[in-house]
């Protein structure tokens, strides 16, 4: 009886001869070493680096969401510095529509008494 490593490596040994035998030694080789870098190196990196885009995407959701917050809240101190600036021009225009009544009363008054020098003469 055989034991099944010895048939295994017995299929695995045809497996060769055939392909040798098929394609020639140089391409039989290729396949080969083909097989076990696609197998060992290539398939294990393009997973990485499936991972890594992935984690990419989600970095750019996370920091366009962030952007977003951020324009917002930008937006709320803006509006708030447009409300003090407008509160501020109307106490403005308050103070100077009051200081222009006070002035004319005042230019009214200096009038008056160039007005009685004038006619004193």
Do not use: C, H, W
């Amino acid at each position: 009886m055989r034991s099944a490593v010895t048939v295994s490596e017995e299929q695995q040994g045809g497996v060769a001869v055939q392909l040798i035998s098929k394609f020639g030694l140089p391409t039989a080789l290729l396949l080969i070493v083909g097989y076990f870098l696609y197998g060992d190196i290539i398939k294990p990196l393009a997973g990485q680096y499936q991972e890594l885009l992935l984690e990419v995407k989600l970095n750019n959701t996370e920091i366009r969401k962030g952007i977003l917050e951020l324009g917002e809240e930008n937006r709320k101190r803006i509006a708030k510095i447009e409300d003090q600036i407008l509160a501020n021009s109307e106490l403005i225009a308050t103070g100077i529509k009051d200081v222009a009544e006070r002035n004319s009363k005042e230019i009214e008054r200096v009038e008056g008494k160039l007005d009685k020098v004038l006619e004193a003469r």
